[in-house]
């Protein structure tokens, strides 16, 4: 079931989300419902308190750009779909680098983030086996994304003040709904 995805200016987005164990009612069913609502609305990462649930979980899934590549540069992508539930990062590192990032909960808003290199990440996948894993260039770059989300933090956070001071009417727009988007949401002040 495509789920309705939460819009900036939501409080739930600005929440830090809390832990779940593996009882947590209908967990695989959300799964499924959260992958169906990302891939509806093309994107590579989607966490819960997007669609509403302030709870620490999130899915990627970036084998989209392994199949696009000619240069087989983003190969190691092929098998980037994974479920994120309780994570913790443990470590950042390497030098910063910018990227254009955009957000499913932000339509039409892409901004350059800064963010460190590599990671190293802790988490319990759909299952709740546990893991320890590091990652580096893109794949880091949309797990510190989604991570954020459930540390109730926007890539919009993380710009210049001026950058966002140029965005504010573009982003009230979004809370009120007026803007276009061709996936399902569900706007904060409409
Ligand atoms: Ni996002």
């Not at 899934?61 to 190691?76: T, V």
């Not at 109730?152 to 009120?176: A, C, H, M, N």
């Amino acid at each position: 079931m495509i789920l309705p995805i939460v819009a900036y200016g939501d409080p739930v987005l600005k929440k830090v989300a809390e832990e779940i164990d593996k009882d947590y009612p209908g967990l695989q069913q959300l799964i499924a419902d959260m992958f169906e609502t990302m891939y509806n609305a093309n994107g590579v990462g989607l966490a819960a308190p997007q669609i509403g649930k302030s709870i620490r979980l999130f899915i990627v899934d970036a084998s989209p750009f392994a199949e696009d590549d000619e240069d087989g540069e983003n190969e190691h992508l092929k098998d980037f779909k994974k479920v994120f539930i309780n994570p913790i990062i443990e470590d950042e590192t390497g030098e910063e680098w910018g990227f254009n990032e955009g957000c499913l909960s932000i339509p039409g808003i892409r901004e350059e983030v800064f963010r460190e290199e590599k990671i190293k990440i802790s988490y319990y996948d759909e299952n709740f086996n546990f893991f320890e894993e590091e990652y580096d260039g893109f794949a880091a770059r949309v797990i510190q994304h989604e991570y954020d989300h459930i540390e109730g933090v926007l890539f919009t956070d993380k710009i210049s003040p001026l950058r966002r001071r140029l965005l504010k009417r573009r982003l009230e727009e979004i809370t009120i709904g007026d803007v276009d988007v061709n996936y399902k949401m569900r706007f904060p002040k409409k």
